[in-house]
Nanobody, 122 residues
């Protein structure tokens, strides 16, 4: 059984930093792609960043490029999202997801965590 569990969310002032973690179990990583998505109230879930586990390739949405960094820890089967220079518009529930396609579409990801709230105050 695959499980993804996010942690690290919280309340931070604009300009601050947070580090999200996604602990995984049951995945045979290989060519899996791990992604971070977010969903703000009243908005659709949107892509934030992804990483292909075996190559380390990464891709970011334009609004976070240069501020966020996705990485993985092979020994701990964990995916991280380092978020710097946070803005109020980054406020959302952040989800970790796993799939086999290197895409930005939520529907291409099979496994999802329960989400962690990130709130950035101005």
């Amino acid at each position: 059984q695959v499980q993804l569990v996010e942690s690290g969310g919280g309340l931070v002032q604009a300009g601050g930093s947070l580090r999200l973690s996604c602990a995984t179990s049951g995945l045979t990583f290989g060519s899996y792609v791990m992604g971070w998505f977010r969903q703000a109230p009243g908005k659709e879930r949107e892509f934030v960043a992804r990483i292909r586990w075996n190559t380390g390739w990464t891709h970011y949405t334009d609004s976070v490029n240069g501020r966020f960094t996705i990485s993985r820890d092979n020994a701990k089967n964990t995916v991280m999202l380092q978020m710097n220079s946070l803005k109020p518009e980054d406020t959302a529930v952040y989800y970790c997801a796993g799939g086999l396609s290197y895409t930005s579409r939520p529907r291409d990801y099979t496994y999802w965590g329960q989400g962690t709230q990130v709130t950035v105050s101005s």
